[in-house]
């Protein structure tokens, strides 16, 4: 969100009605009204709709954005601008609920929060997916089967465990490899030396700045031994 009015709504154009009165013929009235159009935005729809909002990745904007959800949490009342033509505060609806998310790490463009807004909030903590969801998310939007996404998903994880990286290596990494791998017909299995290859690309990549190169790709070669063995029965892409 850049600002306020990204959350709350703007101005959006003008609306003007013109009306011409000629019923004499030799006097011409004309009468003309212009509106300012008003679009609503995300937090006044749900606010006042009682929807659920996803506030993703909150961190990423400007404080001075977000501070129209301090009143909307405390308060319950939602301050609309004039032109939003509803008067300047709106009762929020019983059912509106808010989740926020963000990323504890520190990624460029990422904001300090309000203190005042993370006061009004239960904080989570989030650990990474269990093995078997990743597994199942994996399998269901790649074309590998569950038994083929779950060695790659094994080796990521072992991977990331290892604390060798410089970037987290998440499940968009399992997800990269099993893409490639279902579409071009891979076997998951150390036996094929186009996947070694596809996951040496991914996960190489990640790897801590200055470390020996030649050392961390024996060390994600001996985690694709552990978990993606050779098999005369690979898994490959579904029928």
Not at 115 to 129: C, K, Q, S, V
Not at 190 to 206: G, Q, R, T, Y
Request: glycine residues 6%; negative net charge.
């Amino acid at each position: 969100m850049r600002d306020t009015a990204s959350l709350v709504g703007q101005e959006s154009g003008v609306k003007t009605r013109q009306v011409f009165d000629r019923y004499i013929h030799s006097v011409h009235k004309v009468e003309r009204e212009t509106t300012m159009n008003w679009r609503a935005d995300v937090l006044t729809q749900a606010a006042l709709g009682g929807g659920t909002l996803v506030y993703d990745e909150f961190t990423r904007s400007p404080a001075e954005a977000n501070n129209a959800l301090l009143s909307v949490l405390e308060e319950g009342i939602l301050v609309l601008p004039a032109a939003a033509g509803q008067g300047s505060f709106a009762p929020v609806h019983d059912d509106f609920r808010v989740i926020f998310t963000s990323n504890s790490r520190e990624y460029a463009g990422v904001q300090a929060p309000q203190d005042a807004l993370i006061d009004r909030m239960i904080t989570f903590d989030l650990d990474d997916l269990e093995g078997e969801t990743e597994t199942a998310i994996v399998a269901h939007r790649t074309m590998l089967q569950p038994s083929a996404a779950a060695r790659i998903v094994a080796a990521v994880r072992e991977f990331r465990q290892s604390g060798a990286y410089t970037q987290v290596p998440t499940m968009r990494a399992s997800l990269m490899i099993a893409q490639v791998a279902g579409r071009t017909n891979m076997a998951v299995s150390i036996e094929d030396p186009a996947f070694c290859d596809l996951v040496l690309d991914v996960l190489l990549s990640k790897g801590l700045e200055g470390q020996d190169q030649t050392r961390l790709r024996s060390a994600l070669m001996d985690i694709l031994a552990l978990h993606c063995p050779p098999t005369a029965t690979a898994s490959r892409k579904r029928a």
